[in-house]
């Protein structure tokens, strides 16, 4: 009995190790996929819908006058509600919002695809997102000054990084948003892809 309860124990101790063989090469070796440009054209059509340039267009004239005190404000004011539970204005008016519907969505229909998405206006200031974001104001970021600042075809692909919650590799993409008509930056987007998932369908 002892030794039935012995070889027992070393399979049971064989099987944890093979499992932990077979997952960890996966993050150590880094993402297997890369953004194409057919993903990020897929991306780009999504985006440029109505609801996005009339969130855009209504925001940029609204905080046309704000001051840069105004936009530090407003994103200490974001940060703080964020700590909170129940009254959060900020917060609960930014996520009614039709475009933040829209982009929650889209991430739902995307099955894992993507794990984050938000857009900003001309400001840097969000627009629309479908989850909380850390900050309200994205102005003085990468995401925001690789893109929108630099001109209306630009697009930054961050580096990938390992999120140690779930043992994905993600990237964000980011791109500007042109104006439909004039063509002239209105704002940008942000959109955070799971590189496992996009391997996995690869693979299929």
Do not use: C
Not at 162 to 186: C, K, Y
């Amino acid at each position: 009995m002892r030794r039935i309860l012995l070889e027992s124990a070393k399979f049971l101790a064989f099987l944890s190790l093979a499992a932990g063989l077979l997952s960890a090469p996966l993050a150590a070796e880094g993402p297997r996929a890369r953004i194409s440009e057919a993903d990020l054209e897929d991306m780009r059509s999504w985006i440029a819908v109505p609801v996005t340039f009339a969130t855009l267009s209504g925001l940029n004239t609204e905080q046309s006058g704000l001051s840069q005190a105004d936009i530090d404000a407003l994103d200490q004011e974001w940060r703080a509600e964020r700590e909170q539970i129940g009254n959060r204005p900020l917060v609960a008016e930014l996520m009614a919002r039709p475009l933040s519907n829209y982009l929650l969505r889209r991430q739902a229909m995307a099955g894992g695809l993507y794990t984050e998405i938000f857009v900003v206006t001309n400001r840097g200031l969000n627009a629309g997102q479908s989850a909380v974001t850390g900050d309200y104001w994205q102005g003085d970021e990468a995401k925001f000054t690789k893109t929108f600042e630099v001109g209306a075809d630009a697009v930054f692909i961050d580096e990938a990084e390992l999120h140690e919650g779930s043992g994905t590799w993600r990237q964000q993409v980011n791109f500007t948003i042109p104006d439909p008509e004039t063509g002239a930056p209105m704002g940008a987007v942000t959109i955070e892809v799971n590189l496992t998932e996009l391997a996995r369908r690869r693979a299929l």
